[in-house]
C-alpha cells in the first residue's frame, strides 16, 4: 500500500523559508513523477512543483519561479520543496502527489488527474 507524508509546514512571516518534505513507503522505485500542489480554501488544487525521478528534471509554475526548489533524495523515495521569499498569497495546503509509472511530460503534468497518490497534506501559513 502506497503511501506519502508530508511535514514541514508551519506559520511564518513574509520573506521567511520552509523546507517541506514528502516520504513514500509502500513502493520499491519510483519511474515517474512527483510533485507538491497546494489549495487555498475557495481556490482549486495548483501545481507548483514537478520533479522526474529517473534523471531529476525539473518543472514549476510561474508562480514560484525562482523562489521554490524541488529536489529528491535517491534512492529514498523522498521529495523536497524549498520554499524561499515566502509571500501571503503562498498561504495554502500543500500536497505530495506522485505518479509512479509515468514520467512528468506524460499528459498534463499540473492537473491533480494525473496523479495515483496523494499525502494528507501540510499547512503553509505566511503572515505580511
Known amino acids: 500500500q502506497v503511501q506519502l507524508v508530508e511535514s514541514g509546514g508551519g506559520s511564518v512571516q513574509a520573506g521567511a523559508s520552509l523546507r517541506l518534505s514528502c516520504a513514500a513507503s509502500?513502493?520499491?522505485?519510483?519511474?515517474?513523477?512527483m510533485a507538491w500542489f497546494r489549495q487555498a480554501p475557495g481556490k482549486e488544487r495548483e501545481g507548483v512543483a514537478f520533479i522526474q525521478r529517473s534523471g531529476g528534471n525539473t518543472y514549476y509554475a510561474d508562480s514560484v519561479k525562482g523562489r521554490f526548489t524541488i529536489s529528491q533524495d535517491n534512492p529514498k523515495p523522498t521529495v523536497y520543496l524549498q520554499m524561499n521569499n515566502l509571500k501571503p498569497e503562498d498561504t495554502a495546503m500543500y500536497y505530495c502527489?506522485?505518479?509512479?509509472?509515468?514520467?512528468?511530460?506524460?499528459?498534463?503534468?499540473?492537473?491533480?488527474?494525473?496523479?495515483?497518490?496523494w499525502g494528507q497534506g501540510t499547512q503553509v501559513t505566511v503572515s505580511s
Open positions: 509502500g513502493v520499491t522505485y519510483i519511474y515517474g513523477c
Open positions: 502527489a506522485l505518479d509512479i509509472w509515468r514520467p512528468c511530460t506524460s499528459g498534463t503534468m499540473a492537473s491533480p488527474a494525473k496523479y495515483n497518490y
